[in-house]
């Protein structure tokens, strides 16, 4: 692709770029309504769903318009939309996969986050490897009875609306029994337990399903074929964001470059010591290469493909990226890296607050970086999805050079 902005789209990031920096929330949103306000705001601007039909109350809007803005929202640390897995991942699956109903019922109300979604695939003995799930969808009548526990929920506990994969045929091939429902949240049966993290924080939640009720009408696609039509929510998922995720490293590098500047050490600053030097300008090259990553992913977006395997090439770098560059930032800040309280003056652009007290951002953020090696889908099956989907490697010899066997 040509890698260079057009004049409308140098135009387009001015406008994106003059209304974020008007807009941005001046104070911090501590509650679920000040949330879906500052969402309804970013939807009336047309920047909520831009890539959607126009008549699902999108602006087909092309992938460069999309990156523009998630760009620059990541440029201002604007705060996210409150309904972001609706948008990327629930709603998109809707669109390929949904009827004419299923689109006028829910599109519009996840658009407005009007309703909340959230994602309920994996389980506490199906993670990796997810064709193993046990939750079962059970046959009665006019709706199917749902049975069983979902874990690591994003968003589960302020969610009106699920896309669920259950088991409805015990006796088929594990990845041909499984269906793709859309489950209402707010019923009896349904029960959800917040997850508190390693941080402190409850971003995830277990999901209980007892009895619950999957209305036939929210059975998306046909019966059996869930695993097929979860492909497409994976794709979107592990592909979605990496150039705002670009954007945001550069900033928390740029910040990180003008810490080790000031701060003290051995009769200098960090900066001094060539190593520290090495860290930054080895993070700044990973970036780079993030970056093209992700436009070779809006590329393909561009030409009207969806996202295919080649997403899991950008999901296993940022992953693996994440985990690399906060150790370095540990090793940089060196003791300060795990102080949360009595941060020095340098350090304090690292400091966050989250309405329960002042924060060492970039200690937190370190804690948080084994996870995008397991969430949509782990390192090591990404890496099987690339041997196999876009390199074409036989199942046998990837196996054999995984165990040391090959040359």
């Known amino acids: 692709m040509?890698?260079?902005?057009?004049?409308?789209?140098?135009?387009?990031r001015d406008r994106v770029r003059k209304w974020f920096e008007e807009n941005i929330p001046k104070t911090e949103m501590k509650?679920?309504?000040?949330?879906?306000?500052?969402?309804?705001?970013?939807?009336?601007?047309?920047?909520?769903?831009?890539?959607?039909?126009?008549e699902y109350g999108g602006q087909n809007a092309r992938p460069m318009e999309q990156a523009i803005v998630a760009d620059e929202m990541a440029r201002v640390n604007a705060p996210s939309p409150v309904n972001g897995l609706g948008i990327s991942i629930c709603g998109p699956t809707i669109i390929v996969h949904g009827t004419d109903a299923q689109k006028q019922r829910f599109l519009k109300k996840i658009l407005t986050a009007d309703e909340i979604w959230c994602q309920l695939f994996s389980e506490p003995n199906a993670g990796s490897d997810l064709a193993s799930l046990a939750t079962k969808a059970e046959?009665?009548?006019?709706?199917?009875?749902?049975?069983?526990q979902k874990v690591w929920t994003s968003g589960g506990m302020i969610?009106?609306?699920?896309?669920?994969?259950?088991?409805?045929?015990?006796?088929?091939?594990k990845h041909q029994g499984i269906s793709f429902f859309l489950i209402n949240m707010r019923?009896?049966?349904?029960?959800?337990?917040?997850?508190?993290?390693?941080?402190?924080?409850?971003?995830?939640?277990?999901v209980f399903f007892t009895n619950a009720r999957a209305e036939k009408e929210n059975l998306i696609g046909k019966l059996n074929q869930g695993w097929n039509i979860a492909q497409t929510t994976l794709g979107y998922e592990r592909g979605a964001g990496t150039l705002n995720r670009v954007t945001a490293y550069m900033m928390s590098l740029r910040k990180l470059l003008d810490t080790a500047r000031r701060l003290k050490k051995n009769g200098g600053t960090a900066f001094d010591d060539p190593l520290v030097r090495q860290k930054i300008g080895r993070a700044f090259v990973e970036i780079e290469v993030m970056r093209?990553?992700?436009l070779r992913i809006l590329s393909r977006l561009e030409k009207g493909q969806r996202p295919g395997p080649e997403s899991s090439i950008a999901k296993l770098y940022y992953s693996e990226f994440d985990k690399r560059y906060h150790e370095w930032v540990m090793e940089i800040l060196g003791p300060y890296g795990g102080v949360t309280e009595g941060m020095p003056e340098e350090l304090a652009g690292a400091v966050r607050s989250d309405g329960a007290g002042r924060h060492n951002a970039w200690g937190i953020s370190f804690l948080q970086s084994r996870a995008p090696t397991i969430y949509a889908g782990t390192s090591e099956i990404q890496?099987?999805?690339?041997?196999?989907?876009?390199?074409?490697?036989?199942?046998?010899?990837?196996?054999?050079?995984?165990?040391?066997?090959?040359e």
């Not at 040509?2 to 387009?12: I, K, N």
């Not at 509650?31 to 039909?53: C, N, S, V």
């Not at 019923?187 to 924080?201: A, D, M, S, W």
């Not at 989907?389 to 995984?402: I, Q």
Request: charged fraction near 30%; proline fraction near 7%; include cysteine.
């Open 2 to 12: 040509d890698l260079h902005f057009t004049p409308e789209d140098t135009a387009f």
């Open 31 to 54: 509650t679920l309504d000040e949330r879906k306000a500052w969402h309804r705001q970013m939807y009336d601007a047309g920047f909520i769903g831009m890539g959607w039909p126009a």
């Open 139 to 148: 046959d009665r009548g006019d709706y199917y009875e749902i049975n069983g």
């Open 159 to 173: 969610a009106d609306w699920g896309i669920l994969l259950a088991r409805t045929d015990p006796h088929a091939p």
């Open 187 to 206: 019923q009896p049966g349904v029960e959800v337990r917040p997850l508190k993290q390693i941080t402190g924080n409850a971003e995830f939640c277990e």
């Open 292 to 294: 093209y990553s992700g």
């Open 383 to 406: 890496k099987n999805i690339i041997g196999e989907r876009v390199l074409g490697l036989p199942k046998e010899v990837r196996m054999d050079r995984m165990q040391g066997k090959g």
